[in-house]
């Protein structure tokens, strides 16, 4: 196969993943040497269905990250639910889910609101602004350090060591360097959560911290549990809403006629939010799984203690799934996409990262209505969290 993943999955993945569809067979790729990994690599899977087979089955599959690494390794999220199994997994999300629900993300509206329209007023009309600095990083930021009740001047600190753990979250850009510097930020950000678990900073009764430390006092949830997920919730709870809320203004202002659908009609926004997610989906990867024992995948064939992951930003684009699956329309339905995951592992915070998404983009319209793209963008040198780096804008009101 003639596919140089390196340069292919970082600047351009659809053709290459077109490809691989094509093709129907997985994708080997390697673990660094620097990876704590007992296993060589992972398998990707490229297709729809091949997806939904992986994402769905927790009888052939395990999560239990910590089994597969080598002694010594750094833990990082290992303990937080998403690498637990049954019924492991489900006890620990049961402790929070409910924070998480479409009901209860709805008072953030308020608090996301303010921090949009706060963060655009300090931007100049007239002036060229690279919006992912200047905006998409900081408002999601702000709303999840609120519902976790971890102090916004820990922003700063936060920001820098997640940006470590995604820098070396990919296989085809990590190196000896950037391994040992994910290792260092988990590290400093378990002592931080750990910090906010022995009451080092007051926060809210209604928050998540509040919530785990309640937990923990009555034995309910370990403290390596509740840092972990503190962890866990931090990093995904604002990497994938910032590639959110960057994507979705760079489609929209780069296809105007979508945009003047929604200028038209402003509920067409959550179908554009939906789109975004489809078409540039913030994870491109899922986090992979385990065989437990021979499996066969169309036709091909696993053992046991292989790395699985399916290829978010692949199935989404399936054309036997969607027609003109290359194509933004905000009005596309239905639209069945992965980005969130499928079965009982699917994102528990997809809600907020689809409310933070659509007021960061309805007041950045109402603010800025006569803006326009200022240049190409430029993305991330990162296969696995597709974000855009530099998003600069001409700001018009």
Same mark, same amino acid.
């Given at each position: ?34 990876? @704590? ?32 690494? @080598? ?168 990497? @994938? ?157």
């Amino acid at each position: 196969m003639s596919i140089n993943l390196q340069d292919q999955f970082i600047t351009n993945p659809y053709p290459a993943y077109a490809e691989l569809r094509r093709l129907g067979q997985p994708y080997f790729i390697p673990h660094h040497p620097a990876d @704590t990994n007992r296993t060589a690599g992972k398998w990707l899977l490229s297709t729809y269905d091949q997806a939904q087979s992986v994402l769905n089955d927790t009888d052939n599959f395990t999560k239990n990250n910590a089994a597969f690494r @080598t002694q010594g390794a750094e833990p990082g999220f290992d303990a937080s639910m998403l690498f637990q199994d049954e019924p492991e997994h489900r006890r620990l999300r049961s402790l929070v889910e409910d924070l998480f629900r479409r009901t209860a993300i709805d008072r953030y509206k308020e608090i996301a609101s303010v921090k949009a329209r706060q963060l655009l007023a300090d931007l100049e009309p007239g002036s060229r602004v690279n919006l992912i600095d200047a905006y998409a990083e900081s408002m999601p930021l702000l709303v999840i350090t609120e519902l976790l009740g971890i102090p916004a001047s820990q922003m700063p600190l936060l920001r820098r060591l997640s940006q470590a753990i995604t820098t070396a979250s990919d296989d085809l850009t990590v190196t000896a360097e950037t391994h040992d510097a994910k290792a260092a930020a988990y590290r400093d950000l378990a002592s931080l959560m750990q910090a906010g678990m022995n009451g080092e900073w007051e926060t809210a009764e209604d928050s998540l911290l509040r919530r785990l430390q309640i937990l923990n006092r009555d034995s309910l949830l370990s403290q390596e549990h509740a840092i972990s997920m503190l962890l866990l919730l931090l990093f995904a709870g604002h990497e @994938t809403s910032i590639a959110l809320i960057g994507s979705c203004l760079y489609l929209l202002f780069s296809h105007p006629e979508q945009l003047q659908l929604i200028r038209e009609n402003p509920d067409l926004l959550s179908g554009a939010i939906e789109e975004t997610l489809r078409l540039e989906s913030p994870l491109q990867r899922s986090t992979f799984r385990m065989t437990l024992r021979d499996l066969s995948i169309d036709g091909h064939q696993f053992g046991p203690g292989e790395q699985i992951s399916v290829i978010l930003g692949s199935a989404n684009r399936d054309e036997k799934v969607f027609s003109d699956p290359d194509q933004f329309m905000v009005r596309r339905f239905p639209n069945p996409h992965l980005a969130f995951g499928r079965g009982s592992y699917h994102c528990i915070g997809r809600h907020l990262s689809v409310l933070e998404a659509r007021i960061a983009v309805q007041i950045f319209l109402e603010h800025f209505p006569n803006s326009s793209l200022a240049g190409e963008p430029s993305w991330h040198r990162n296969s696995f969290v597709r974000t855009l780096q530099d998003l600069s804008f001409f700001l018009e009101a």
